[in-house]
Structures are given as C-alpha cells and as structure tokens.
C-alpha cells in the first residue's frame, strides 16, 4: 500500500521549506482550505487525512496500530520522508497537535516548528490540572457515541465548531462526521479522549507556538497555559474565536498569526 493512497496526501506550492498541514478528530484536509492556499507562494505545502478519516484508505485502519496516538505519529514521518524537504514545520489541530508532537519526540531533526492548534496533551481534569472535562464527562460522551453515533454528532458538531454567528460551519462539521465510519469514529474518540501525554511534553524539544482560542469547550484556556509553562521553548498566542476550529471560523487572524511566528523565528 502506498502512502500516498493511505494518507490521501496532496501537495502544492514549490517554495524552499515545507509545512504540514493535519486535521482534527473527525475532519479532513478540507479544514485547512482558508488557510493553507496563503502559504502556497512561499512553501511547499502538504496535506494528509489521518487514517480512518476523509478520503484517508479505511481499510488501512488497524486498531492495535491506531489504539494509541503513536501510530498516527508514525503515519506522519511517513509522509515526510517521502513529500517534505524537510525540516518541516508542523500545523497540527487539536488531536494533531499532540500526533506531531509525538512525531516530532521521535525524529526531531525533520521538524523546524509546531505549530498547535486548540491543542489538549489531556481532556480530563486531574487535581490541579484542568483538562475541561471530568472522567465522568467523558464517559458519558463516548457511552452516548457507542449507543446512538447520530445523535452524538448532532449534540458534539456545534460544541466543537462554536461559532455562534457561522451556523454553516456547525452544518459542514456535522456533515463530515455523518461521512465517517461510525466503528472507527468510536475507536478514534476513546482514543482521542483517554489519551494522555503530559508526561511527553518535557520530551519535546521543537520549537512549539501554541494557539489558543479566547473561549473553546474543547481545550479550555487554562490547557493553553499548562502548554506553554511545560513545553521548553514555546510561545502562547490567544486568538479572539469562539469555538475549537479558528482555522474555519477565523482564518486570516490564524493565518496572521502563524505568519508572525514563522518570521519571528527565522530571526
């Protein structure tokens, strides 16, 4: 099986250095069209649908290889050995802000930043820890997705989406997990919902900026500044957005910022 196939991995542009652009639970490359168009002038860019996801080859998903992030990781430097001029620099949302980070643990030489997007190391509050949700929250979630897939997605497109004042992103979000395998959806969220990796973060040494959004049910302000105080060599930027997805519902300020970054940091 190729890469390619097993990642529908497309590219554009041709500039000298390459970014990476992955989408979050249950989206696909579509999710960065606002945005990665901008950075075709000037990079090379590239997208992928994680496996399980978008036009991504279902049949490739193997549970025990996907029961944990690090599969999706490994899946990641695939592509980049075979699409980047690497180093590259890695724009991750929400889940896959932590699947590059992981990727970027493993073989940090090929990555020139990180670039997280709504990103959680852990959904569920532990003592001091504010994760957003409590083992019970997350319980019920993925009970409620076990029992009944279509209502789960009604009840989790507009809390994920936000954007109030957008109601067609909420539709297109919902329209997008309604195209998704129900079986490998469950897997995916208790994967993605269980997962932990607090501990990884003192092993990422890439340069990380982490975007945040002003008000996200998903990963709430105070993981934006867990983030920051643990990842060596981050910044913190907070982004005016109501919802987990700026990318949508406020590209050119994402943009902005990922731009001022990534001049910043190749001063």
Not at 66 to 85: C, Q
Not at 129 to 144: A, H, T
Not at 235 to 258: E, K
Request: hydrophobic content about 40%; charged content about 20%.
């Amino acid at each position: 099986m190729s890469v390619h196939h097993r990642n529908n991995v497309h590219c554009a542009g041709d500039g000298p250095a390459t970014i990476m652009f992955v989408h979050g639970y249950g989206c696909d490359q579509e999710m960065w069209r606002f945005i990665y168009p901008s950075f075709a002038s000037r990079y090379r860019v590239v997208l992928m649908d994680l496996v399980g996801s978008g036009n991504s080859d279902l049949g490739a998903y193997d549970r025990d290889k996907y029961g944990t992030l690090h599969g999706h990781a490994e899946d990641v430097l695939d592509v980049i050995d075979l699409y980047a001029r690497s180093p590259v620099i890695f724009v991750g949302h929400s889940v896959s802000a932590m699947i590059g980070m992981l990727a970027s643990i493993v073989s940090p030489d090929k990555f020139a930043a990180q670039v997280m997007v709504g990103p959680s190391p852990c959904y569920l509050n532990d003592g001091d820890y504010i994760g957003g949700y409590n083992p019970e929250d997350i319980d019920g979630l993925l009970q409620l997705m076990e029992l009944d897939y279509d209502s789960w997605i009604k009840r989790m497109a507009p809390v994920i989406m936000g954007a109030p004042t957008q109601p067609v992103l909420s539709q297109e979000l919902l329209s997008r997990f309604e195209r998704n395998d129900p079986e490998i959806a469950r897997h995916f969220a208790r994967v993605t919902f269980t997962s932990d990796h607090r501990a990884d973060l003192a092993r990422s040494t890439v340069p990380a900026l982490i975007l945040q959004c002003s008000d996200d049910m998903i990963a709430p302000r105070e993981v934006g500044d867990y983030l920051h105080r643990n990842l060596a060599n981050s910044q913190l930027a907070t982004i005016d957005n109501i919802g987990h997805c700026p990318h949508l519902s406020s590209p050119s300020a994402s943009a902005d910022i990922i731009n001022d970054y990534l001049a910043a940091l190749a001063h």
